[in-house]
């Protein structure tokens, strides 16, 4: 906590945007903490640090340009690597599973991978290798950073003004870490467990 609150207030306004642009979509920015760093800048405007009306534009700008930059490093950087590479290292069919995936669930899968850490970072780039439209991409984008950074801003804004979430600040951003991280550790074991029963029937045979 004492790391975050001193970066925050060290690079202010373009540290906040640099973070939760490569968190929402830059190939190694998975590691940065989008979910922690919007609720406790959020606790900060409440006190008084900072603006919530700079926050606002600040924290949805930097959430939309990076997806978008993720889903170009997909289309341009990543598909042009994959399709270098298939028959070597992957097959074509896992290209066309991407394309379909995304062509069907696209929608709903750009907008709730905002509130997932990790899956926010790399839907959009998994979203440019499977040639999503860009323009369905982009609707989705902008409503779902929207409603991410906004909803976790404006709660964190209005939490921060009670006593007990003052208190208690670095408990409750603990707390929003791990409980974000559940849905992507839950993902985990279902895959872990999926491959554990199939390798067992494989054995078995």
Request: no cysteine; glycine share 10%; net charge positive.
């Given at each position: 906590?004492?790391?975050?609150?001193?970066?925050i207030?060290?690079f202010?306004y373009?540290?906040?945007?640099?973070?939760?642009?490569?968190?929402?979509?830059?190939?190694?920015?998975?590691?940065?903490?989008?979910?922690?760093?919007?609720f406790?800048?959020?606790?900060?405007?409440?006190?008084?640090?900072?603006?919530?009306?700079?926050?606002?534009?600040?924290?949805?700008?930097?959430?939309?340009?990076?997806?978008?930059?993720?889903?170009?490093?997909?289309?341009?950087?990543?598909?042009?690597?994959?399709?270098r590479?298939?028959?070597?290292?992957?097959?074509?069919?896992y290209?066309?599973?991407?394309?379909?995936?995304?062509?069907?669930?696209g929608?709903?899968?750009?907008?709730?991978?905002r509130?997932?850490p990790i899956?926010?970072?790399?839907?959009?780039?998994?979203?440019g290798?499977?040639e999503?439209?860009?323009?369905i991409?982009?609707?989705?984008?902008?409503?779902?950073?929207?409603?991410?950074?906004?909803?976790l801003?404006?709660?964190?804004?209005?939490?921060?003004?009670?006593?007990f979430v003052?208190?208690?600040?670095?408990?409750?951003i603990?707390?929003?870490?791990?409980?974000?991280?559940?849905?992507?550790?839950?993902?985990?074991?279902?895959?872990?467990?999926?491959?554990?029963?199939?390798?067992?029937?494989?054995?078995?045979q």
């Open positions: 906590m004492s790391l975050l609150l001193s970066f207030l060290t202010g373009v540290g906040i945007f640099i973070v939760l642009f490569a968190e929402s979509g830059f190939f190694l920015g998975f590691f940065f903490p989008g979910d922690s760093l919007l406790t800048v959020g606790l900060l405007a409440s006190a008084g640090h900072l603006s919530l009306a700079v926050l606002l534009p600040v924290a949805a700008l930097a959430a939309i340009s990076g997806d978008s930059f993720g889903y170009w490093t997909g289309a341009r950087l990543g598909r042009y690597f994959l399709e590479h298939t028959g070597r290292f992957l097959k074509q069919r290209l066309d599973d991407t394309e379909k995936f995304f062509a069907r669930y929608r709903v899968a750009v907008f709730l991978a509130f997932i899956i926010r970072t790399f839907t959009p780039i998994f979203a290798i499977g999503m439209n860009y323009g991409f982009v609707i989705y984008n902008i409503v779902g950073g929207l409603f991410w950074t906004a909803g801003l404006v709660l964190s804004y209005y939490l921060g003004h009670i006593s003052r208190h208690y600040t670095s408990f409750i603990a707390g929003i870490i791990v409980v974000s991280l559940i849905p992507v550790a839950l993902s985990w074991f279902r895959v872990w467990r999926q491959y554990k029963q199939k390798n067992q029937s494989h054995g078995q």
